[in-house]
């Protein structure tokens, strides 16, 4: 089955009955307390830069580690996963002296998670077992200045971003995936440059898959860290024509809900939303279990907020089958009728009269 098949059953689907994303990868890899040595595997034992924690690089070096991961999610109940990439790109790479491997990152780390998807879908026929290419925030922002005494100072520019995103989204598309998946979107601008990439290579290879695109609020002022609101988020990167759009990260279900809610209000898509486990204790590990999570995402299915839901930081297949089960009782949200007229957005919204 190609991946226009695939689509073609996930929307069917979503038609019927609220998708599943996976939950964490970041967790699901602190559970094999890899070391230095297992991290560097025998192709990178002698590199001169300490790679642990460079979880991207895991793709090469333990990728066993990784297909395994993909396939708990599967089997929890995932109708989509995204790829081991969430940094696998020249920007981030730099960190570990790495930028020259991430075509090979990207185009491994969707094989692994083809290879699982594929494997999923014969062990469960007729259901959609999709895969989504996972592209990060970057650790640059193209909108704030890293310098508090040079506002103007920027460390990244537009077209930097535009070059790593194409290389990334290449490898992505050329290891299988079925659509891509801009997450936990901090800066509007590096969503932007990363969804004009995308377009880009679209166009280079005469293909085009759907489009996530997750934003992120990163507290309780109900903004991104670029500053705007999530209805002026939404605006701003609507010309994508995304498959679906949400939020991810940063905050818990609790706290998440009122700004799904305002995206589910104006979206004219599907709703996508992934909340952490609850908010980090004082070691930075998660505390809100399966059951707890799962009930603050039965109240949104109830309430007809989202279609497309799973988890992020703390979140693991245990999470993602306790939320399968309390969201399986209800229908998706249904696509409101949106008037036509002229929305703009800069912090905040503007609609006109």
Same mark, same amino acid.
């Given at each position: 089955?190609?991946? *226009? ?103 491994? *780390? ?86 004009? *990439? ?156």
């Amino acid at each position: 089955m190609n991946h *226009a098949h695939r689509i073609k059953l996930l929307k069917a689907e979503a038609q019927k009955r609220i998708l599943l994303v996976d939950g964490a990868m970041g967790t699901m890899i602190q559970r094999h307390k890899l070391d230095e040595a297992a991290y560097r595997g025998a192709r990178f034992a002698d590199f001169t830069k300490p790679v642990k924690g460079n979880n991207d690089l895991l793709v090469l070096t333990q990728p066993e580690i990784i297909r395994g991961i993909h396939e708990a999610y599967f089997e929890a109940g995932s109708d989509i996963v995204s790829t081991n990439t969430f940094n696998a790109q020249r920007i981030s790479m730099a960190d570990y002296g790495m930028e020259d491997l991430s075509y090979e990152m990207n185009l491994v *780390a969707a094989k692994l998670a083809r290879d699982a998807a594929d494997a999923s879908m014969l062990r469960h026929p007729g259901q959609p077992k999709v895969v989504a290419g996972a592209m990060g925030p970057t650790n640059r922002t193209a909108s704030i200045s890293p310098d508090v005494n040079n506002p103007g100072f920027r460390n990244v520019s537009f077209d930097e971003l535009v070059s790593a995103y194409a290389e990334q989204a290449r490898g992505l598309i050329d290891g299988g995936v079925d659509m891509l998946l801009i997450e936990t979107v901090f800066d509007t601008l590096n969503a932007k440059a990363a969804g004009y *990439a995308v377009l880009q290579v679209y166009d280079e290879k005469g293909i085009e898959l759907p489009l996530m695109i997750s934003g992120t609020i990163t507290d309780r002022s109900g903004r991104t860290l670029s500053g705007q609101t999530p209805e002026a988020f939404y605006f701003s990167i609507k010309h994508l024509k995304p498959f679906a759009v949400g939020l991810n990260c940063a905050l818990g279900a609790e706290l998440m809900r009122p700004y799904i809610a305002e995206i589910a209000n104006v979206a004219d898509c599907l709703v996508l939303a992934y909340p952490n486990a609850g908010l980090p204790n004082a070691m930075g590990e998660y505390d809100e279990g399966p059951h707890e999570m799962a009930c603050h995402l039965h109240d949104w299915a109830r309430d007809g907020l989202v279609n497309i839901v799973g988890g992020c930081c703390g979140s693991t297949p245990e999470h993602i089958a306790a939320i399968r089960q309390e969201v399986s009782h209800f229908k998706p949200r249904a696509l409101p009728t949106i008037e036509r007229r002229m929305r703009l957005s800069g912090l905040e919204p503007f609609v006109q009269g």
